[in-house]
């Protein structure tokens, strides 16, 4: 399954928590698209999801400025 969580102006932590919280809702195995602000919301989630176990497997910038963050449920 893939799905998607538009993040956008949401600022860090809750960025990530909210992200988490996504994650603890899907099936192992499973991917979502989190759409997120550039510079420390995408370091900072990027990074906490991987520290929890999962996966990024790409982080895509959108001419839009915003950036999405595909990540696998791991665990």
Same mark, same amino acid.
């Given at each position: 399954?893939?799905?998607?969580?538009?993040?956008?102006?949401?600022?860090?932590?809750?960025?990530?928590?909210?992200?988490? =919280?996504?994650?603890?809702?899907m /099936?192992? @195995?499973?991917? *979502?698209?989190v759409l997120?602000?550039?510079?420390e919301?995408?370091?900072?989630?990027?990074?906490?999801?991987?520290?929890e176990?999962?996966?990024v =497997?790409?982080t895509?910038?959108e /001419?839009? @400025?915003y950036? *999405?963050?595909?990540i696998r449920?791991?665990?």
């Amino acid at each position: 399954m893939n799905c998607k969580l538009d993040l956008r102006g949401v600022t860090c932590p809750m960025n990530f928590v909210k992200t988490r =919280l996504f994650l603890d809702k899907m /099936a192992v @195995g499973d991917t *979502v698209e989190v759409l997120l602000d550039g510079g420390e919301p995408v370091e900072s989630v990027s990074s906490s999801v991987q520290q929890e176990g999962h996966a990024v =497997l790409a982080t895509t910038p959108e /001419a839009e @400025g915003y950036f *999405v963050v595909t990540i696998r449920k791991d665990l």
